[in-house]
C-alpha cells in the first residue's frame, strides 16, 4: 500500500524523531525539552522520561506572547525565539538549570534554532 505524500512526509519524521529520542532521555534534574512544530506555530516542552510526565509546556499561541507580536517576514521565526525565552524563564522558576535537546526529526534550522536560542537566552543549558 502506497502512502500519500503528506503521510509518507509525517513517516519519515517520526522515525527520525524515534532515531533522536532513543538516545536522548531527560530526567528530574536535566529534563528533555521537545519541540513540535506546525504550519503556523511551535510548541516546546520539557519532559521527564523517567516519571513519564510532562513538567512545563508552552506554545507560541500563548496569550503572554500576544504583546510582543512581530511582523514582517521573519514573523513566525521571532515569535519562536520570545516562546523559547519564556519557557526558559519558567523553567528556573520552576528550579530547572539544564535541558537536553529534543529536535522531534525537524531540522535544527529556522523556528526549532530559534526556539533553541531563546531558551538558550532565557537561561536554560543544553
Known amino acids: 500500500m502506497a502512502l500519500d505524500r ?4 509525517r ?6 524523531h524515534a532515531r533522536v529520542t532513543k538516545k536522548v532521555r531527560g530526567t528530574k534534574d536535566t529534563p528533555r525539552l521537545v519541540v513540535f512544530r506546525s504550519h503556523k506555530h511551535m510548541e516546546g516542552q520539557l519532559v521527564d522520561d523517567d516519571q513519564g510526565v510532562t513538567l512545563l509546556g508552552i506554545s507560541t499561541q500563548t496569550s503572554e506572547l500576544d504583546g510582543a ?3 514582517g517576514l521573519k514573523a513566525k521565526v521571532a ?4 516562546a523559547g525565552r519564556l519557557l526558559a524563564e519558567r ?13 522531534g526529526g525537524y531540522q535544527y ?4 534554532k530559534a526556539f533553541a536560542d531563546g531558551a538558550r537566552d532565557g537561561g536554560l543549558k543544553f
Open 109 to 112: 534550522h529556522g523556528r526549532v
Open 91 to 103: 523553567a528556573r522558576e520552576s528550579g530547572v538549570e539544564s535541558v537536553v535537546f529534543d529536535r
Open 79 to 82: 515569535r519562536s525565539f520570545l
Open 11 to 16: 513517516w519519515r519524521r517520526a522515525r527520525r
Open 69 to 71: 507580536d512581530p511582523e
Open 6 to 9: 503528506a503521510a509518507e512526509r
